[in-house]
């Protein structure tokens, strides 16, 4: 699975060797980068808001440089779409979250083994998501794959999983 975790853009035009090790010199240094940065953010609490936007544009912009040669199934692409997802759920954007997570749901599908407690994660976040902006349909069955997931991963009597369950008949 690694070629598909570190997969390159499909170009008419593919980048050189040279290029691909330059972005993911680049890539490491930007989540060193934002690491650092959001480490700051737990110490100055009273900027939060600006400092959130200012990781949000670190996410941004990398994902656009990267973008140019990555795929956005690509672990360092996943990672900043992700940490991106994270300040967008901060900052309380849901839909902003709610796009990120759509992007990234289905290359964890793929990268993880079936019944990955991170794949749950992200199709608990993504239902929770749906349910606020109201897409109730889309919310249940994201839900709902979250639930089958855990129950493997979990057992089905796991207070997680009767939590889920009880969200799902509040709604």
């Known amino acids: 699975q690694d070629k598909e975790k570190l997969e390159i853009r499909k170009l008419s035009d593919p980048p050189s060797a040279e290029t691909v090790r330059d972005m993911i010199k680049y890539a490491r240094n930007v989540i060193e980068e934002f690491r650092r940065a959001k480490h700051y953010k737990y110490i100055l609490c ?3 808001t600006p400092l959130a ?3 949000l544009e670190i996410c941004e912009l990398s994902l656009d440089k990267m973008g ?19 300040v967008c759920l901060y900052v309380q954007d849901w839909e902003g979250a709610l796009r990120y997570g ?28 749906y349910m606020a902006l109201e897409n109730r349909t ?23 999983i009767s939590e889920i369950k009880k969200e799902l008949e509040d709604h």
Do not use: T
């Open 68 to 86: 140019a040669v990555f795929e956005d199934s690509n672990v360092y692409m996943l990672h900043m779409m992700y940490q991106a997802m994270g």
């Open 46 to 48: 009273h900027a939060l």
């Open 138 to 160: 889309a919310g249940v069955k994201a839900l709902k794959r979250a639930i089958a997931i855990m129950e493997v991963a979990h057992g089905k009597d796991h207070p997680y």
């Open 102 to 129: 759509q992007k990234i749901i289905r290359p964890y599908s793929k990268h993880y083994p079936s019944y990955s407690l991170n794949v749950a994660s992200m199709w608990l976040k993504l239902g929770r998501l």
């Open 53 to 55: 936007c200012e990781l």
